[in-house]
Nanobody, 125 residues
């Protein structure tokens, strides 16, 4: 399994970015995939995840209403649209995945079976 992120960058507070994760190597739809982030000196936290089985999604409370996870199955790509970004949300954002359908509980656990190299998101105040 390979996950490759793109789309990070510098944005002003209140701005938007869209991250993309190109996934390959999954042999069936029995997996969950999502976005996690880690800022310097802080623990990794789950941002948003989805199940490939039924496209169910989950969001951390701190992004609900501002971030949206989606997928383009034809491109094997998962997106994270991030709106109204805050300076404290600057971090390395990772695409992560695991075998198994449940996305919500896994997202909160932050355990990653597979992960990409990460993409830096910087939010200026």
């Amino acid at each position: 399994v390979q996950l490759v992120e793109s789309g990070g960058g510098l944005v002003q507070s209140g701005g938007s970015l869209r991250l993309a994760c190109a996934a390959s190597g999954f042999t069936d739809d029995n997996y969950a995939i999502g976005w996690f982030r880690q800022a310097p000196g802080k623990e990794r936290e789950g941002v948003s995840c989805m199940s490939s089985w039924d496209n169910s999604t989950s969001y951390a409370d701190f992004v609900k209403g501002r971030f949206t996870i989606s997928s383009d199955n034809a491109k094997n790509t998962v997106y994270l649209q991030m709106n109204s970004l805050k300076p404290e949300e600057a971090a390395v954002y990772y695409c992560g995945a695991k075998w198994g359908r449940d996305a919500a509980a896994w997202c909160a656990s932050t355990w990653l079976e597979f992960w990409g190299q990460g993409t830096q998101v910087t939010v200026s105040s």
